[in-house]
């Protein structure tokens, strides 16, 4: 019987990641010719294949995925989008800085869940050879680095109304 308590945990980063990824969407659309376009569609592919990851993990330990939680993150996503827009109606600088930190702050959450994986599988048998979590880590601090560049860039731009 799978633990019920990892079930609900793993379906709630993949309803992260649907959010993470129609906000990704989001960006790429508002930046299409800008150098940000790029960045956005290197990430929402990175990000896509984590959730491929974290899937094939649930498929292994024969958990079903939530549409409820899936559908709540979507409608968080949108909530989300609307808070950011009436700050900044247009993409302007504010809302790729919280757009940014809200995308970061995702990331970080899912390096959270490979280091807990990580912890878990040290006596967890079926957890323990199931993915490279310690890869999977190290990707996401690296795709926190990135974003976290671009982060800064923006609130300089935000903050100070350079672009």
């Not at 079930?7 to 309803?15: K, M, R, S, V």
């Amino acid at each position: 019987m799978v633990n019920e308590h990892l079930a609900t945990y793993l379906n709630d980063h993949l309803a992260g990641s649907v959010a993470a990824i129609e906000l990704l969407e989001h960006l790429q659309a508002a930046y299409v010719g800008d150098e940000l376009e790029h960045f956005f569609t290197g990430l929402r592919n990175d990000i896509e294949a984590d959730r491929q990851e974290l899937k094939q993990l649930m498929d292994q330990l024969k958990i079903a995925q939530s549409r409820p939680r899936n559908a709540g993150a979507w409608i968080a996503g949108k909530f989300a989008e609307l808070k950011m827009r009436l700050d900044d109606s247009a993409y302007g600088p504010l809302r790729l800085l919280e757009s940014l930190e809200a995308v970061e702050l995702g990331i970080t959450g899912k390096l959270a869940l490979w280091r807990a994986l990580i912890a878990a599988a040290e006596i967890a048998a079926a957890l323990r050879d199931a993915l490279d979590y310690q890869r999977l880590a190290r990707r996401a601090t690296e795709q926190i680095e990135r974003v976290e560049f671009r982060r800064l860039e923006a609130a300089k731009a935000a903050f100070t109304g350079l672009r």
